[in-house]
């Protein structure tokens, strides 16, 4: 099996995907720092694998991680080893751990988040308006960005003072380029800040999830502080970067598919439909960081040996033609059915899906109605994605906005 180095740039994602996917169903990948593990590439075996309980999150499971060959200033290990949260563990651990955020993520209790959310994203195309008339405007971070963050900040009770030293040190963690001796520095700095904040809300608690896990944690549910902490950092983490990569690649999608932008715009085609067709054609993350195998899984013809790591290709599997049919590498807005796992699948599917969903859904078309002119400022071959193996992430999006609605040419 002839092993694909990740690029750590990533310079050609959807090259890198394809050739992922003409690998087989799995294939022997090399991370950045020249990690080995494997990848499922194909769909069908995807959600096969994240259902299959001999493929766990233990840590401890990995043959390399026992042999000491992964170091702790390797630039992933905080995503390889991110501490005891819901997302390191299985079982009912899991399920202790997970309850709680699950609760206060359901559909109906993100519904309650949607007059917040329309207003955070008015105040956002505010600003965006005032900005000076034909000069371009990098979308990613004026407008993509500061809704997710603050409305996931708003959700776990996180002070907006904090955000830029949260926007510093997550560019680190997720980064493939931090240099190895920052990497356990800027793990202890991240753990520093997320206690800090723990610690303000058992002091001062509020309505709002940290308070809530603080609480369960009082009232018997043995939530440990290193498990609230960790659970703090992980919310917060995912919840607003994926929602981020999901805007900016909504606004590439429909630039670079003008036809299906008019109908957008025009309303004969429904934003949940270009939301899903983005999550399944570009998502958000391109692999997921790992998994372990207690024993030899067949996967396809092929062996996920006992004992060595798997990550989830989603960049891979999200153009598989055995699941989408010939036009899987085609952007199409109209797609029936469109049963992708953007979000995951199983018992680890994540639990922000919905909220990310909404705030989507109410940005994107609050943007190109106030702003129906929008379109890249420079070519979309242009564009550059961030060093980050794990997310579908750009630089920045230049775009042009165009004449506000409303205000003639």
Excluded at 38 to 50: D, K, S, W
Excluded at 152 to 164: K, N, Q, R, Y
């Amino acid at each position: 099996m002839t092993r694909i180095a990740l690029d750590p740039f990533v310079t050609d994602l959807d090259g890198e995907s394809a050739a992922l996917r003409a690998a087989g169903p799995l294939a022997e990948v090399e991370l950045p720092g020249g990690v080995h593990v494997y990848a499922v590439t194909r769909h069908a075996e995807a959600r096969a694998l994240l259902t299959d309980s001999r493929v766990v999150k233990d840590i401890n499971v990995w043959n390399a991680w026992q042999r000491g060959e992964i170091p702790m200033d390797w630039p992933l290990i905080g995503l390889a080893n991110p501490g005891r949260s819901m997302l390191t563990v299985d079982g009912a651990d899991h399920r202790r751990l997970r309850t709680l955020v699950a609760q206060a993520l359901t559909v109906k209790r993100v519904e309650r988040l949607r007059a917040g959310i329309e207003a955070l994203t008015n105040a956002s195309l505010e600003k965006l308006a005032a900005l000076p008339a034909g000069a371009p405007v990098d979308l990613k971070a004026e407008f993509a960005y500061p809704l997710p963050m603050n409305v996931i900040s708003e959700l776990m009770g996180v002070d907006a003072a904090d955000h830029p030293r949260l926007k510093e040190l997550f560019e680190k963690f997720f980064s493939t380029q931090t240099p190895p001796e920052e990497v356990p520095q800027m793990m202890a700095d991240l753990g520093t800040l997320f206690t800090k904040i723990v610690d303000s809300k058992r002091a001062n608690p509020g309505d709002d999830l940290t308070s809530a896990l603080i609480a369960a944690s009082e009232d018997g549910d043995h939530l440990s502080d290193e498990e609230i902490v960790n659970t703090l950092q992980l919310i917060i983490a995912a919840g607003h970067e994926t929602t981020i990569s999901l805007i900016v690649n909504v606004v590439e999608a429909l630039a670079t598919h003008p036809e299906q932008r008019k109908k957008v715009l025009n309303g004969e085609i429904g934003w949940d439909g270009v939301i899903e067709e983005t999550l399944r054609w570009n998502t958000p993350t391109s692999h997921v960081l790992i998994r372990f195998a207690t024993e030899d899984i067949e996967v396809g013809d092929k062996i996920l040996p006992k004992g060595e790591g798997l990550i989830v290709s989603f960049g891979a599997l999200g153009r598989d033609e055995e699941q989408y049919g010939p036009t899987a590498g085609e952007f199409d807005a109209t797609r029936t059915p469109n049963r992708h796992i953007a979000f995951g699948h199983g018992p680890h599917i994540c639990p922000g899906a919905a909220l990310s969903r909404l705030e989507a859904g109410i940005a994107l078309p609050a943007l190109y109605g106030r702003f129906p002119e929008l379109d890249l400022a420079v070519p979309a071959s242009e564009l550059r994605n961030k060093p980050i193996v794990t997310q579908n992430d750009l630089h920045e999006l230049p775009v042009e906005l165009g004449c506000p609605f409303g205000h003639g040419n």
